[in-house]
């Protein structure tokens, strides 16, 4: 009844640049807050970005200036602009986000991950 579908992950040169897309469809009344994590093999997961209804963004000090963040209200869609690329960026991105369902109901849901890699 309520799903996140990413799109946008792949292969790229270091210093290069993806545009992650999460899309969100459902029985959504309201979306709160979404947000993006990621994950590499071994590691715990980090949170990158959160974005709040009103648009407020915080990032995580190793993204900072490298990846941006915004958010489509109409859409219902989130994206994430990583630019300057480096190895360590290398994970899995899972967008997240907490909604109100039309029955009131508050859920919190994952996208299905996009495997961003870092390479030459």
């Known amino acids: 009844q309520v799903q996140l579908v990413e799109s946008g992950g792949g292969l790229v040169q270091p210093g290069g640049s993806l545009r992650l897309s999460c899309a969100a469809s459902?029985?959504?009344?309201?979306?709160?807050?979404m947000n993006w994590y990621r994950q590499a093999p071994e590691k715990q997961r980090e949170l990158v970005a959160a974005?709040?209804?009103?648009?407020?963004?915080n990032y995580a000090d190793s993204v900072k200036g490298r990846f941006t963040a915004s958010r489509d209200n109409a859409k219902n869609t989130v994206y994430l602009q990583m630019d300057s690329l480096k190895p360590e960026d290398t994970a899995v991105y899972y967008c997240?986000?907490?909604?109100?369902?039309?029955?009131?109901?508050?859920?919190?849901?994952w996208g299905q991950g996009s495997q961003v890699t870092v390479s030459s």
């Open positions: 974005i709040t209804s009103a648009g407020t963004i």
């Open positions: 459902g029985s959504i009344f309201v979306i709160n807050d």
């Open positions: 997240n986000a907490h909604v109100i369902l039309y029955s009131g109901t508050m859920m919190t849901t």
